[in-house]
């Protein structure tokens, strides 16, 4: 189903998920999209990644640990196409990666989900077996930073967030035993 009515505008509100795929920047391929816990919810040429979070701080969250001391807001993950990654040389899930270069890691995330809070390439899970092997799935808490919020600030969209989080489950390596 179309995410727009007039190939100008687009309109989640169409979408029984309430998610739109606004990527590629053409209104012709703007479809209703499914949401998504992994990777493996999403179909291949897109990934699962934060879309929208909710206008309002959830009071009732609790907190995760004093260096998320943020706001926690309700998040909502879906799939939406890849901007394609340069370079054939991609890094995997679990290895080291620049936070401000997601675009190293095949899975576009770079996250601080490390043994000791550094930064790999990671996805998003539902279960370990959404994981690479010696990784597992945890919730954390993660800023309201995707590339699809990035993208959608030019289109009048939520503006991405350092200052604020929202709990997902990624794909995390654990310390050695």
Not at 74 to 88: F, Q
Not at 111 to 137: N, W
């Amino acid at each position: 189903m179309s995410c727009t009515q007039d190939q100008v505008n687009f309109d989640a509100g169409l979408c029984a998920s309430g998610a739109c795929n606004l990527l590629p920047d053409d209104s012709s391929f703007w479809k209703c999209t499914p949401l998504c816990n992994s990777e493996s919810d999403c179909q291949s040429g897109q990934e699962c990644g934060l879309m929208a979070y909710a206008t309002q701080p959830n009071a009732s969250a609790a907190p995760y640990h004093p260096q998320a001391a943020g706001p926690v807001y309700d998040g909502l993950t879906g799939c939406y196409t890849n901007i394609p990654n340069a370079g054939a040389n991609l890094l995997t899930d679990g290895l080291p990666c620049q936070v401000d270069k997601p675009y190293q890691c095949r899975s576009n995330k770079c996250l601080g989900v490390g043994p000791t809070g550094d930064y790999r390439c990671t996805s998003y899970c539902a279960t370990a077996a959404d994981c690479t092997v010696g990784m597992k799935c945890k919730v954390a808490p993660l800023t309201l930073v995707s590339e699809y919020l990035l993208f959608m600030v030019d289109y009048g969209g939520q503006a991405p967030s350092l200052d604020a989080n929202t709990y997902l489950q990624v794909c995390y390596t654990p310390a050695a035993p």
